[in-house]
């Protein structure tokens, strides 16, 4: 370890420790480093930061901002836009050093400046991870310690460093609001939050797993703002995240020489709508094509979607929504609204009996039961829902073509189950791998999330446990996997279901493939999808 003291364009100095661990990149021109950042009240060596940077691969450098710790200046509380020019100051420094900053780590009020860096800095970092950041400015969580308890924070502050100390009005805060959906897509985010956190709640975390297509979230049970008696869990968490990458298949091949000639994003902002992406973009499993993009988008419901979301769907040349959702359902949460020149189109599958608490307990025992019971659950919606997926199929062949730009919105509540099977059907017709298909299905446990508290009334409602509510708003790989093999072992295959079930001819099932698939030789597969 190495004591470090940075000059800043300020005049302060920021002081920080150094952690080389120069093993990882023998053959690198530049050594990777990553810059570990603080929260309120906090500093270099406080919670998980130094397990965090013996556990880390990686080169890491953890300072303490101005006016903090060791660093010289005037320390003020949401001060972003100081802390944003520290860490511009020190990435300078290293970089000049001959280090590439590789990513940024921060915690609560350190996140904040990271995301601001990441969506700032002239060459996008390959990694953000944002430890219970926050996401609203305007949360009223954000406003306890203002102003009302401003003295007592400058006496936490003065006990904790003995230094100057200012509070800034939260009218400052206002123009710092995160930019984060300008995050580059080549920045790869992961987010931790405890789901005991009552600093910065929750459903933070799940906004920035809306607003980042490159976003992984784990919510960590039992865990509170400063992840207290669970930092090694935390610690873990963040180094298998890194270890995955370094994995992945895609870096590999970027070592190899290969480049990427197209990259679109998945995952799409649209505001008030959860858990919205793109089912195009995955490539076969014999590598003769990939699926198209922007035909067919998948999601949970509209209700709450803003005039931005539908600016948002507009450019997106949206026309129709199929709305899996029953009476029952849409009583509770509303219907969407209008919007010009999309058709909303009613596509319940169960009727308003189907969701009596005793009739829900009943089809979600499966859930219950884990990833390998969802089959069971999955199997009543294949019977239910197959003139409501015929439906689907046969408009997309009468309205939609090669040429036409056109596209359509699949959705229930959470966009998962009834919208995860139909996108399972669609994406296996066209000859997508099960493994990937099983694995696009996984990705709503980063777009879907509900508070702990709906979970709540949720579990009481059936008479179940917490967990158990847990395990039905989940999307695990494996429920997905055995689904599959349940479709083949009891149709013959997915196109065995969708031409006996459903009644669809094999020369529309071809249709289907030939409207979705963009066929592509070998040499030429240079496309790869975030």
Known sequence: MTYTLIQTTSGDKIAGILEKKPEI??????????????????????????????????????????????SGGEARYANFTEDTEDLFDIASYFENEGYEIWAVIGHSRGSTSCFKYATSCDRPLAHVVNVSGRYDMDDSTALAN??????????????????????????????FLLPVSHMPKVTSVLTCHGLSDTVVPASHAADFANAIPTHTLKLVPGASHDFVGQHEELVAIIVDYFEQHEKDAYVKTMVMGQHVSVCIPRWIDVKGVKNFRDIGGWPLKDGSGYIRERVVFRCGHLVNITEEGIHTLKGLNVTAAFDFRSDPEIERQGMAPDIPGLTRYPSAMFSKGDYSPSALASRWKGYFEGPL???????????????????????????????????????????????????????????????????????????????????????????????????????????MKATIQQVKERYGSIEGYVVNECGLTLEQVQGIRDLMVIPIRFEERQLYRL
């Open 146 to 175: 203002l102003p009302e308890n401003k003295k007592k924070l400058q006496d936490q502050w003065n006990n904790a460093h003995g230094k100057s100390f200012s509070v800034l009005s939260i009218l400052s805060l206002t123009p």
């Open 373 to 479: 019971g969802f089959p069971k659950v999955y199997n009543i919606i294949l019977e239910k829902a197959k003139q409501q997926y015929r439906n689907i199929f046969t408009h997309m062949l009468r309205y939609h073509s090669n040429e036409s730009t056109m596209s359509l919105i699949v959705h229930c509540t959470a966009g998962k189950d009834r919208t995860g099977i139909f996108v399972m059907l669609l994406l296996g017709l066209c000859g997508v791998d099960e493994e990937i298909i099983s694995q696009e299905y996984s990705l709503s446990n980063l777009g879907y999330w509900e508070p702990e508290e709906e979970l709540e009334k949720k579990s009481a409602l059936l008479g179940t446990t917490i967990e158990n509510m847990r395990m039905v708003m989940s999307a695990p790989y494996l429920a």
């Open 25 to 70: 990149d023998p053959s690198r021109p530049r050594p990777r480093l990553i810059l570990i950042a603080h929260g309120i009240l906090g500093h270099k060596d406080l919670l998980f930061q130094p397990l965090l940077a013996q556990k880390l691969p990686y080169s890491t450098f953890r300072f303490d901002y101005r006016g903090v710790g060791d």
